[in-house]
């Protein structure tokens, strides 16, 4: 019994208690709730989203809205929610302003719908223009209290021009020539004349043809009583033509001086004395097209087989393959910071690109890739794209080579981190573990010993440039080998 009337209490609150919707309708002024102390009011939305729409399809119907939808915050402050207002600001030619008010039927009594996800609405019924910014901003009802900061939310939205997809059937942009399609040709005929063509539109009989090159070198009026139909017209110019800008402005009744203007580019004329020949030819050429593609693509076949059948023949006769280049190998070099970078790291660069095939990493070259990934997982992806890793070493720091680095005494260091203590104990905990060994070299200069605190490298392949340098590239570009599952490397010692 107490199971059934549960039951029905249940199916009576759900009935009651309908989904909220919304009612909109025009508000310019103020809402009344401004004048009213609230003491608790709803917060913000939590989204706020424009698009286009469009309705009809004669270009007497034809229009088109924004669709504008929100989202709403699931808290507390939904139970006191009204009304949503949305104002909407055109700035083009002129300005406009209108607001709409949209009531919620019922009152929220769950900070979410039945059916999961968010509150959301949404309201069409802006018009939108061509070529018009819109300012779209949107709060809650009640409003905030006066003296106290109002949530509120907004967007910007652009609309396009007429010759867009969206825009070209709006009655406005049909009316200034938006499926108009001149077709504007020009070619100079000489140096002092430009003949421009161009097919006219039912809209109207006057034009005005301009050239134009960072200056105005020459324009002409027309008149054609019989559109549509593809006209000729040759304009005197005062300047040089070729590349210039062809700008082809209608004078239609339904748009006056505001119709769509159109551009295009003077190209040279195929020949003196002749007419543009995509048109007085092109009645011909779509009679030879046909036969010139047949053609062309029996042409193409017949080098096709000759071609295949030289390399056949080629690939016969060659005694050998042909030798195919490998890619260079990656190498990331890292050095202690009391190493003059300019006298020692570049000139040891330059030796590994030149002279041994290699693409060389430094972080002195890698500093913002650094500061956004850190540097030990810059070293740590570093240390798996590449072939190789040397440790570069040398005790020659010597006045010159501070005069070589462009350094003087007292000056900060040209290295803002020092990676090398960091790389040593990254990259030595590796071979500790299952890290190929051969994958790590050490070169020094002038001497052979290394800090205590570094004598870990020892177990590395090391090399002592110059004199070792036939030894170090041959190394370098070794193919790599499988190290034996039975070998297991003992350390680099910290």
């Known amino acids: 019994m107490s199971l059934a009337l549960l039951s029905l209490a249940t199916l009576c609150w759900g009935a009651a208690s309908p989904e909220p919707m919304i009612q909109c309708g025009s508000e310019p002024g103020p809402s009344p709730e401004w004048m ?17 729409v469009t309705s009809g399809v ?37 300005w406009s302003y209108s607001c709409v008010r ?7 009594q769950t900070q979410t719908p039945r059916t999961g996800g968010r509150w959301t609405f949404s309201y069409t019924g802006f018009p939108v223009e061509p070529n018009t910014v819109y300012f ?29 997809r969206i825009m070209r059937y709006k009655k406005k942009c049909v009316e200034a020539g938006s499926l108009w399609d001149p077709n504007i040709t020009a ?51 005062t300047g040089e033509s070729e590349g210039a800008a062809v700008q082809l ?36 050429l779509g009679g030879w097209l046909p036969l010139l593609s047949a053609l062309l693509v029996a042409t193409w076949v017949l080098a096709a087989g000759i071609c295949l059948r030289w390399r056949r023949e080629r690939t016969r006769k060659a005694p050998f393959p042909t030798t195919t280049l490998l890619p260079p190998i990656k190498v990331l070099v890292v050095y202690p910071c009391e190493i003059c970078f300019h006298h020692t790291v ?32 810059w070293l740590t992806t570093q240390k798996k794209a590449v072939d190789k890793v040397i440790f570069l070493l040398s005790n020659d720091v010597s006045p010159r080579c501070d005069g070589t680095c462009g350094r003087s005494d007292g000056s900060p260091h040209e290295n803002s981190q020092d990676l090398f203590p960091l790389a040593f104990n990254l990259f030595c905990s590796d071979l500790r573990s299952q890290t190929p060994l051969h994958k790590y070299m050490v070169v020094y200069f002038r001497e052979a010993d290394t800090k205590d ?31 034996s599952a039975g070998k297991r490397l003992t350390a680099c010692s910290l």
């Open 36 to 52: 009213v102390q609230h003491t608790l009011t709803p917060g913000d939305l939590g989204d706020l989203r424009v698009e286009p």
């Open 58 to 94: 004669a270009m007497d119907n034809y229009s088109i809205s924004m669709n504008i939808s929100w989202r709403l915050r699931a808290d507390a402050s939904i139970r006191f929610l009204k009304a949503t207002k949305i104002c909407v600001t055109g700035k083009s030619s002129a």
């Open 102 to 108: 949209c009531n919620y039927t019922e009152a929220f």
């Open 136 to 164: 779209i901003g949107a709060h809650n009802i009640p409003n905030a209290n006066m003296n106290e900061d109002p949530p509120s939310m907004s967007v910007n939205f652009t609309s396009p021009g007429c010759l867009s």
């Open 187 to 237: 070619c100079k005929k000489n140096g002092t004349a430009v003949e421009v063509n161009f097919t006219t539109s039912p809209l109207g009989n006057k034009y005005m043809a301009l050239i134009q090159n960072n200056v105005v070198i020459g324009f002409s009026n027309v008149l054609e009583n019989t559109p549509p139909s593809r006209t000729s017209v040759v304009i005197p110019v």
């Open 249 to 284: 402005t209608p004078y239609f009744h339904t748009c006056g001086n505001d119709c769509i203007r159109r551009k295009g580019t003077v190209v040279l004329c195929p020949s003196a004395g002749t007419s543009f020949p995509w048109d007085s030819r092109r009645g011909m």
């Open 346 to 377: 570049c000139h040891f660069t330059e030796f590994l690109q030149n002279h041994c095939r290699s693409e060389v990493i430094l972080e002195e070259w890698q500093k913002k890739k650094i500061a956004e990934m850190g540097p030990v997982q």
């Open 453 to 483: 605190e570094y004598s870990g490298l020892s177990i590395c392949p090391r090399y002592h440039l110059m004199k070792d340098a036939p030894a170090f590239c041959t190394e370098l570009l070794r193919v790599k080998q499988e190290v």
